[in-house]
């Protein structure tokens, strides 16, 4: 099973340190962490120096993996695609990075089963620049699964869908981690979305780490006042999942 821990990670944008100090206990596979904090907190800095896009002080300690550093896959907020190629060759390729360009019957039923899961394989020969900001949402999140990463990390997968959808999204993921062990790191703003699918959620606010812990713990009233400047209540509903009600600004 593969595990993760960060220490005294950092990472340089240029000359700026744009993230310092972060540290983590030991997250494991199977669990799904939710990265929450306001913007330009430094989620993104932290996916891109985990996947190895950023450099910076620290170490990121990998242990039981197959796969090493390339086991970790990052799937960015920007999804735009100006490249001419249909969903079904986009995914292609994205299956193929680093591979053997051989394409075997075991790569085309993969690609077909992850389209179908996402409820996308109805688009799967339209052209990439044909689609809505979700359906490219969608196949961005296609060509990051299809790879079968021992470590996701997903910044804002659902920002351009509707209800439904994050809801079928998050909990397909969620359901991928414990079925495979994939340990899943999701960036989030969506703060109900934490409470409801995530194991953990760790707090970045002006490039660090504010707290971290079970996602019950962790968002609080107190840290929404804190990190986010809201007032807020957290509150059981019949079902007695938390809830954030936001009353409005600090
Ligand atoms: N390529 C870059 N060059 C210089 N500074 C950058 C670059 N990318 C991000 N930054 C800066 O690093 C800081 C953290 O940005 P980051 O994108 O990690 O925030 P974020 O928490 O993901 O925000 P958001 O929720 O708005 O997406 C910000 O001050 C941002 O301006």
Redesign the pocket.
Same mark, same amino acid.
Request: aromatic share 4%; hydrophobic share 45%; charged share 20%.
């Given at each position: 099973m593969v595990r993760l821990r960060l220490q005294d990670l950092g990472a340089h /944008?240029?000359r /700026?340190l *744009? #993230?310092s100090g972060v540290n983590t206990p030991s997250f494991q596979g199977g669990e799904l962490v939710a990265v929450i !904090?306001?913007?330009? *907190? !430094?989620?993104?800095? #932290?996916f891109k120096r985990m996947a190895g896009l950023l450099k910076g002080p620290g170490q990121l300690h990998l242990d039981g993996s197959a796969k090493g550093p390339a086991g970790i896959c990052y799937m960015p907020?920007d999804t735009t695609a100006n490249a001419v190629l249909t969903v079904y060759e986009s995914v292609l390729l994205a299956l193929k990075q680093k591979a053997s360009w051989a394409v075997h019957d075991t790569d085309l039923e993969r690609i077909h089963s992850v389209l179908l899961s996402l409820g996308i394989a109805d688009i799967g020969f339209r052209n990439l620049g044909e689609l809505s900001g979700g359906q490219r949402q969608l196949v961005s999140i296609a060509q990051t699964l299809v790879r079968q990463p021992e470590v996701l990390l997903m910044?804002?997968p659902t920002s351009a869908l509707d209800m439904h959808r994050q809801v079928q999204v998050l909990g397909f993921v969620r359901d991928l981690a414990r079925q495979r062990g994939m340990l899943v790191f999701v *960036?989030l /703003?969506d703060l109900n979305q934490a409470l409801r699918f995530a194991d953990h959620t760790l707090v970045?606010a002006d !490039?660090t780490v504010r707290c971290s812990g079970p996602s019950a713990e962790v968002i609080t009233v107190q840290m929404l006042r804190e990190v986010y400047q809201i007032d807020a209540r957290v509150e059981r509903c019949s079902r007695g999942m938390g809830h954030v009600i936001v009353d409005g600004v600090v």
């Amino acid at each position: 099973m593969v595990r993760l821990r960060l220490q005294d990670l950092g990472a340089h /944008h240029g000359r /700026h340190l *744009a #993230l310092s100090g972060v540290n983590t206990p030991s997250f494991q596979g199977g669990e799904l962490v939710a990265v929450i !904090g306001p913007n330009a *907190a !430094g989620k993104s800095t #932290l996916f891109k120096r985990m996947a190895g896009l950023l450099k910076g002080p620290g170490q990121l300690h990998l242990d039981g993996s197959a796969k090493g550093p390339a086991g970790i896959c990052y799937m960015p907020q920007d999804t735009t695609a100006n490249a001419v190629l249909t969903v079904y060759e986009s995914v292609l390729l994205a299956l193929k990075q680093k591979a053997s360009w051989a394409v075997h019957d075991t790569d085309l039923e993969r690609i077909h089963s992850v389209l179908l899961s996402l409820g996308i394989a109805d688009i799967g020969f339209r052209n990439l620049g044909e689609l809505s900001g979700g359906q490219r949402q969608l196949v961005s999140i296609a060509q990051t699964l299809v790879r079968q990463p021992e470590v996701l990390l997903m910044d804002e997968p659902t920002s351009a869908l509707d209800m439904h959808r994050q809801v079928q999204v998050l909990g397909f993921v969620r359901d991928l981690a414990r079925q495979r062990g994939m340990l899943v790191f999701v *960036a989030l /703003h969506d703060l109900n979305q934490a409470l409801r699918f995530a194991d953990h959620t760790l707090v970045i606010a002006d !490039g660090t780490v504010r707290c971290s812990g079970p996602s019950a713990e962790v968002i609080t009233v107190q840290m929404l006042r804190e990190v986010y400047q809201i007032d807020a209540r957290v509150e059981r509903c019949s079902r007695g999942m938390g809830h954030v009600i936001v009353d409005g600004v600090v």
